[in-house]
């Protein structure tokens, strides 16, 4: 299974932004790696280099390679309704999304490593493809074998208020994948447009 294996604080600090959560090390270096990161004389990006800095910060964000995420594009584009929105819709219902969301991991590549690892369950079936789709109705659980693993009950207790377009059952350990997120409740700082416009060349 491919997987993104490169240093998670350095790809954050690329961006400028807390793509994997919360990291300490962007609070006393919030510019780009390298021996030219606070450099002023660095040179502006093009209309190119833009897009392509933006489709990369999605596809670290969800922790999906090339071949995939170009996938997932076709699919958006082939879809009725506008591309972008349909892009960001498909990413958010993968299953490794949606774990993480739920709050049963603290990051989507610990969402990931449990899926993986088959704890997940998606309507009383245990699935191991993290980038399994969900449609609206489709139940997410903890496995039964896994419901005492105690790194998930410490995350689920952490977890704050969850995104509108998931349900909790915290008795059950289950979740129930509402109905696709609009583009107002992704909270993602993401410019899918440049992205659009990016594979439209």
């Given at each position: 299974m491919a997987r993104l294996i490169a240093p998670a604080t350095?790809?954050?600090?690329?961006?400028?932004?807390?793509?994997?959560?919360?990291?300490?090390?962007?609070?006393?270096?919030?510019?780009?790696?390298?021996m030219h990161g606070m450099s002023k004389k660095?040179?502006?990006?093009?209309?190119?280099?833009?897009?392509?800095?933006?489709?990369?910060?999605?596809?670290?964000t969800y922790g999906v390679l090339e071949r995939q995420f170009y996938k997932t594009f076709v699919e958006a584009a082939r879809r009725k309704g506008n591309t972008g929105e349909n892009l960001m819709q498909l990413l958010e219902s993968r299953l490794d999304n949606v774990?993480?969301?739920?709050?049963?991991?603290?990051?989507?590549?610990?969402?990931?490593?449990?899926?993986?690892?088959?704890?997940?369950?998606?309507?009383?079936e245990v699935i191991?493809?993290?980038?399994?789709?969900?449609?609206?109705?489709?139940?997410?659980?903890?496995?039964?074998k896994s419901k005492a693993n105690v790194a998930i009950t410490s995350n689920l207790s952490a977890t704050g208020k969850r995104n509108a377009w998931l349900?909790?059952?915290?008795?059950?350990?289950?979740?129930?994948?509402?109905?696709?997120?609009?583009?107002?409740e992704i909270p993602e700082n993401i410019n899918v447009q440049l992205i659009v416009e990016l594979y439209s060349k």
């Amino acid at each position: 299974m491919a997987r993104l294996i490169a240093p998670a604080t350095k790809i954050a600090r690329k961006f400028g932004e807390p793509i994997f959560g919360y990291d300490k090390v962007l609070e006393k270096k919030n510019y780009p790696p390298g021996m030219h990161g606070m450099s002023k004389k660095r040179k502006g990006s093009s209309e190119y280099g833009v897009q392509l800095k933006e489709k990369q910060k999605a596809k670290n964000t969800y922790g999906v390679l090339e071949r995939q995420f170009y996938k997932t594009f076709v699919e958006a584009a082939r879809r009725k309704g506008n591309t972008g929105e349909n892009l960001m819709q498909l990413l958010e219902s993968r299953l490794d999304n949606v774990v993480y969301r739920l709050g049963v991991a603290p990051t989507r590549m610990a969402a990931r490593q449990l899926v993986s690892h088959k704890h997940v369950t998606v309507n009383g079936e245990v699935i191991n493809i993290p980038s399994y789709q969900l449609k609206a109705g489709d139940k997410v659980g903890v496995r039964e074998k896994s419901k005492a693993n105690v790194a998930i009950t410490s995350n689920l207790s952490a977890t704050g208020k969850r995104n509108a377009w998931l349900d909790w059952n915290e008795k059950s350990m289950e979740g129930t994948y509402l109905s696709l997120p609009h583009k107002d409740e992704i909270p993602e700082n993401i410019n899918v447009q440049l992205i659009v416009e990016l594979y439209s060349k």
